[in-house]
């Protein structure tokens, strides 16, 4: 009955993805068409490659998702993982603590492959060419995240409560409790996209698409000539 609830609390929380909309251009390009296409959000795109945790217990199952589903070609989300999770573990700790790094290991077990826990500090964390599973500290919560890529003094995290974000070294160190979680099996794909993090999104990323306003257009609205338009 637990695992049903727990199943049923999931589903209700899944929305439909909406249709394409047709997207009006405007005047930015005369004469341009109306196309039709898939608007995604800042929120969307943040979790590009992702599978984004639905309950405030279920980071596990949400980076469990994720390595399989990019790292070793598989086709999974959260609630087939959270379901199967709750079926070797006790249902009553995983809502009040979350799921354990030994739950992880015996479902990875279970299902034919191997999960371990080293003990790493920075450095050697970098030196690892497969997505790790690691468990930081936010504000008292503990949280399980994937250490994607480290860039020197910064290390790009897939966050399956905040998305795709960059921590520099002295914030991870500070949250991270120095073990590094690596899931094991057959089709490891080593070229996974994991260890291909997005770049941050950023505002100036967003006007990185510019445009100018004609002088004869901008006279028509009160601007003196020789103004710089370009935004």
Not at 84 to 91: E, S, T, V, Y
């Amino acid at each position: 009955m637990a695992v049903l609830a727990a199943a049923m609390t999931l589903s209700s929380c899944a929305t439909a993805p909406a249709g394409p909309t047709d997207i009006w251009l405007g005047q930015l390009t005369p004469g341009a068409p109306v196309v039709s296409t898939q608007p995604r959000s800042w929120m969307e795109m943040k979790f590009d490659g992702l599978v984004r945790q639905q309950a405030d217990f279920s980071c596990g199952a949400a980076v469990m998702a994720t390595i399989f589903n990019h790292a070793y070609g598989h086709s999974t989300n959260e609630h087939q993982v959270l379901v199967n999770m709750l079926r070797i573990a006790d249902p009553d700790i995983v809502r009040e603590r979350g799921f354990s790094l030994l739950d992880m290991k015996n479902y990875a077990a279970s299902i034919g492959m191997a999960a371990e826990g080293y003990r790493l500090d920075y450095d050697q964390l970098a030196e690892i060419e497969i997505p790790a599973i690691v468990l930081i500290d936010v504000r008292g919560y503990k949280h399980f995240v994937i250490a994607r890529r480290i860039f020197g003094d910064r290390i790009a995290i897939g966050d399956p409560a905040l998305g795709n974000r960059v921590m520099t070294r002295p914030q991870f160190e500070e949250a991270w409790n120095g073990i590094a979680f690596i899931v094991m099996g057959d089709g490891y794909e080593p070229e996974n996209s994991l260890l291909d993090p997005p770049p941050p999104l950023s505002a100036s990323r967003l006007l990185e698409a510019t445009a100018s306003l004609p002088a004869a257009s901008a006279a028509e609205y009160g601007f003196a000539p020789g103004y710089d338009f370009t935004f």
